[in-house]
């Protein structure tokens, strides 16, 4: 497995900072898993239609896909044009004219079957014209929402779909030393390696550990080593082994 690191990287700090999460196009990170999604999402605006299907699992970089889409609109524009990203779970009926006329692309995240149904299909239809654009991204493939109208499923599933896949060794090394970096986080060859070999390979799992092992650095003001690694790891398995309370969030 390659090593993708660089000795000379900040050195942890002992307090709490904000986490830097740029979204650039030239950050957003390339292997076999996401080839596929970021040459669709660059070949707007010939694209086969109005909009696009973008899915695949959490953590993946869905959301820094849409603001590539966003940039190259705005990049490509002889004036400032708006490019809204919305959540799915958001959208309402009184909303979507508004969104249609302040918006010539747009964005819809998180899409789940939990939505409104008959504000996403009017809003689809809005944007299902010449001249505006819209990117869809989901967890789920068209074809295992089940909405109950069906109008908006058979819509959805007229759009081009791509994937991305769980991270392969590659991106898995680019991830994690990505998200030890964004926390300015001193990361080895060997704890890199460690990781790559005792973590699940998922993006989700992967954008939790991180963050895990932060926190446990700072309690304990250590540097990340293999001990901590193997604390965070075993914390991340008694959550997701704990029952749910009347405290979590549905």
Not at 52 to 58: R, S, T
Request: with cysteine; charged share 25%; net charge negative.
């Amino acid at each position: 497995m390659n090593n993708f690191f660089d000795d000379e990287e900040l050195k942890q700090l002992p307090f709490p900072f904000a986490v830097h999460n740029d979204m650039s196009d030239q950050d957003y990170m390339v292997s076999d898993c996401n080839r596929e999604a970021i040459q669709m999402v660059n070949m707007w605006p010939n694209w086969l239609g109005q909009g696009l299907y973008v899915y695949g699992p959490k953590g993946c970089g869905k959301t820094h896909l849409a603001h590539v889409f966003m940039q190259n609109v705005q990049r490509s524009a002889a004036k400032p044009v708006k490019v809204s990203i919305l959540n799915a779970a958001q959208i309402h009926l009184r909303s979507v004219k508004r969104i249609a006329e302040e918006n010539q692309c747009i964005v819809i995240e998180n899409l789940t079957p939990k939505v409104h149904e008959e504000a996403l299909f009017h809003l689809f239809n809005l944007f299902n014209v010449d001249g505006k654009y819209m990117l869809w991204t989901s967890e789920y493939a068209p074809n295992h929402m089940h909405f109950m109208l069906k109008d908006l499923q058979s819509r959805l599933k007229m759009l081009p779909a791509v994937a991305i896949k769980e991270p392969d060794d590659v991106m898995l090394q680019m991830l994690i030393v990505k998200l030890f970096n964004d926390r300015q986080l001193r990361i080895t060859p060997e704890i890199l390696n460690y990781i790559c070999l005792h973590a699940r390979r998922s993006f989700g799992y992967i954008c939790d550990l991180v963050p895990e092992l932060d926190a446990l650095s700072m309690a304990y003001q250590k540097s990340i080593d293999f001990e901590l690694i193997e604390m965070a790891i075993e914390v991340l398995q008694s959550r997701e082994k704990r029952q749910p309370d009347l405290f979590d969030e549905r």
